[in-house]
C-alpha cells in the first residue's frame, strides 16, 4: 500500500505562525552516549505547531479538550478536494461544485501546498466564514487544510468558531501537494494530552 | 469498528521511568480568552513519557532517528500475545509458544496493563535478551511492550540494543488490559521530528 505522509517535519526552523520566534519547537539532549549510554531528549513544542489537531477549547470557552475526541473521527475516510483555483480564500462557491456528501472528512487542498514548509506565507489561502458556513450545512465530520491556520483576517475568528462550535475537528498544516484530488482512507490521531485545547498529530493517507 | 485505544494520557501526573521529576510533562497556557479570544497552550515532554516509539538512535550510536522510520511500519496488522503468565521477565520459553511468524508486530501484554498508569512500577516485567534474541531470530517488524522500558535489570541495555541495532521498532507504553489476545490492525505512528531518538505516538487498534 503506498502512503501518503501528509505532514510537516517538526524542527526549530519550521514555519511558525505570523513568524512568532516563541513558537519555535525546541530539541533538547538530556543524556546522551558518553554519560548513560543512552541518548535522550526533551521536545518543547506549541500545540499549533507544524500539522495539529485543534478541539473546541481552542475557540470555544468551556469546549472539550483534545483527549475527549473519539479516536474513530481520526481512522476513517477522507476527501481532498482541488481547490488549487482559490486564490485568496475558500468561499461557498468553490465547495458547491465539489458534491460535498453528509459525513465526508474533507481535505482542501490549496495552493499553500507549494509554499516553502519553513517559510510561514501570511498571505495563505483560507476557509471564509461562508465557506465554513456550507460545510456546517452540509454536515461534513471533518475539515483539513494546508495552512498553520484554517483562517486569517477574520477578526471574529468566524471559520474557526462555527466549526469548532459545531464539534466539527479541524486538521491545520497539511501537506497536500503530492495528493491528486479524490478519496483516501487516513490516520490523523492526536495525541491524548489531558486539558490540551490541541495537539501535533503524524498525518498519513492511502488508498484502501 | 470498535478501536482499542492503547496509549496512555500525557498528564503532569503521569508516571515516569524511575519517579524521575525531571520527566514530568508540563502543558502551559500561552494565550487564553481573556486576552486575545484563543487558548494556546505549549507542552515541554521527555519523549519516552507515555506511549512512545524508541528509534535506533535511542541506544545506537549513528543509529536513525524517529523521523526517519518509513509511516508505513506502523499502520498495519499487529498480533497481541497474552504473557500475563511472566511474573518477572518475558523469556524465551514463553515466546516459543506463540508460534511467531516472520514479520509479525508482536505486542506483549503482561501484568504490567494491570498497573495504575499514574504510579511507576520499579518491578515491572521486561523482555529478557534471550526473548529479544529470540524474536530477532524470527524475523519480527516490530515489538511493543506495556512498560515504560522494555527492559530493566540488564546492565547492557541488550534488549534495547539488540533489537534497535537489527533496525525493529520499539513501542513501549501501552495499556492493553482490555485488549483479549489475537490479530487485530493497528496505527501507532510517531510525530516526524527531525533529528529526535523518540517520540510519543497515539496507539489504536482495531479488528480488520
Known amino acids: 500500500v503506498k502512503l501518503y505522509d501528509v ?41 499549533h505547531t507544524g500539522t495539529h489537531i485543534d478541539a473546541p477549547l481552542h475557540f470555544v470557552p468551556g469546549g472539550h479538550t483534545v483527549d475527549k475526541y473519539d479516536p474513530a473521527q481520526f481512522i476513517r475516510p477522507c476527501r481532498v478536494l482541488d481547490l488549487t483555483d482559490a486564490e485568496t480564500k475558500i468561499t461557498r462557491s468553490h465547495l458547491v461544485r465539489k458534491d460535498i456528501a453528509e459525513g465526508d472528512f474533507v481535505l482542501l487542498k490549496t495552493l499553500n ?3 516553502n514548509p519553513d517559510q510561514f506565507n501570511p498571505e495563505f489561502v483560507f476557509l471564509a466564514f461562508d465557506g465554513a458556513g456550507y460545510l456546517i450545512e ?5 475539515v483539513g487544510i494546508d495552512a498553520l491556520g484554517i483562517e486569517r ?16 475537528p479541524i486538521i491545520e498544516g497539511l501537506r497536500l501537494a503530492d495528493v491528486p484530488e479524490g478519496e483516501y482512507m487516513m490516520s490523523a490521531l492526536p495525541l491524548k494530552i489531558r486539558g490540551a485545547e490541541a495537539s501535533p498529530a503524524r498525518v498519513v493517507l492511502w488508498k484502501p
Chains 1, 2 share one sequence.
Do not use: C, W
Open 113 to 115: 501546498s507549494l509554499d
Open 138 to 142: 452540509r454536515k461534513v465530520s471533518g
Open 153 to 168: 483576517s477574520q477578526p471574529g475568528h468566524e471559520t474557526h468558531k462555527s466549526l469548532l462550535g459545531a464539534g466539527i
Open 7 to 47: 505532514s510537516m517535519t517538526i524542527h526549530q526552523g519550521i514555519a511558525v505562525y505570523k513568524n512568532n520566534e516563541g513558537k519555535r519547537p525546541i530539541l533538547e539532549i538530556t543524556r546522551d552516549f558518553g554519560e548513560g549510554g543512552a541518548r535522550e531528549s526533551k521536545l518543547t513544542i506549541e500545540l
